[in-house]
């Protein structure tokens, strides 16, 4: 098991978060509606909505459709960076409670590239990402292991355990170079390509951040923190906070072009385990965009397709 030492020097940064991907079913959801601002963009948004599954909204022609009918057997998913293939992670069949089953779908046919078992220590409930390469799977860490990355079969190429002796926490994520940022208590970090080692790309002095997101250029990171949406260059410079409200915003997702975020806004909890937020896009040019609704900025593109905002729960990806 590698366990990474930090060393003094601050490096510029990549980033990669691992994905996998699996079988999908296609329901037309909607095909007219979408607003001339959201045709202009590019690319497919993706989102998890309660029990409905998890939906797809395509900019160039418009149509909602749903990519992932509700199984409440699955615990992750992810579409990969080129928009070619789908991951699933669900619970092994046969009641192998120790396992995960990861399958990676192609999108364009349904065929399925590769499917298997994993079985990660501390726990069977895990949730993975695909480097932009297609070639690799980052594994979020679990109770007893750090970040692991495997090939698309699952077997194990590396194991990013711990820094300077303390187990990692922070989920992994892919940059366009295929090395991964994560975050360590007040650090993002940034690992080699080997996963031997890691930089420091900023330390950051919020009392809760997290969920950050690397541009497809490789120039930006942004990450929740106080309760906003913050950007800065991959190197840690020129930090700015670039959401205010008077709610929260969460999730933020680059664009393929690396010219937009879409973020959740006014995020709020709805139960025990459950909790929920509404989708906009802002430039990602660094000014602050108020996303209050009736208030927001000239250049927020609320995601809404009829008469009320497209809501999430789980995760949203850009591709």
């Known amino acids: 098991m590698k366990n990474i030492f930090i060393p003094k020097l601050i490096r510029k940064t990549a980033v990669y978060t691992l994905l996998t991907l699996i079988l999908f079913t296609s329901c037309k959801k909607n095909e007219t509606g979408i607003p001339a601002p959201l045709k202009k963009l590019p690319g497919t948004i993706y989102f998890q909505w309660a029990d409905e599954g998890i939906f797809s ?17 699955r615990n992750g998913w992810d579409v990969s960076r080129d928009n070619k293939y789908l991951l699933q992670i669900t619970d092994a069949p046969d009641q192998d409670y120790d396992a995960s089953q990861f399958t990676i779908t192609n999108l364009s046919d349904r065929s399925i590239v590769s499917q298997y078992k994993y079985y990660p220590q501390g ?5 993975a990402s695909l480097s932009p390469n297609g070639k690799l799977i980052a594994v979020d860490p679990t109770f007893k292991e750090g970040i692991v990355v495997t090939d698309l079969q699952g077997k194990r190429i590396a194991h990013i355990a711990a820094v300077n002796d303390e187990k990692v926490e922070g989920n992994p994520i892919w940059m366009p170079d295929n090395t991964v940022l ?3 208590k007040d650090m993002l970090l940034k690992a080699n390509s080997d996963f031997t080692n890691a930089d420091i790309i900023k330390k950051l002095d919020f009392a809760d951040w997290g969920m950050p997101a690397v541009s ?7 990450f929740k923190a106080s309760n906003h949406i913050w950007l800065m260059n991959s190197d840690g410079s020129d930090m700015k906070q670039i959401t205010v409200s008077s709610a929260v915003e969460t999730y933020p997702q680059f664009s393929p072009d690396s010219k937009y975020l879409l973020i959740g806004t006014d995020y709020h909890v709805t139960g025990p ?3 929920i937020w509404y989708l906009k896009i802002i430039p990602a040019d660094g000014r602050q965009y108020q996303v209050d609704d009736g208030s927001e900025s000239e250049g927020v593109i609320p995601v809404q397709l009829e008469k009320q905002l497209e809501a999430a729960d789980e995760a949203m990806r850009w591709r």
Do not use: E, Q, R
């Open 216 to 222: 497809p250029d490789g120039k930006k990171i942004a």
């Open 57 to 73: 909204i395509d900019m160039a022609s418009g149509s909602k459709s749903t990519l992932l009918p509700y199984n409440v057997k």
């Open 273 to 275: 385990f459950g909790s």
């Open 123 to 127: 726990g069977s409930i895990v949730n």
């Open 182 to 184: 994560f975050k360590h």
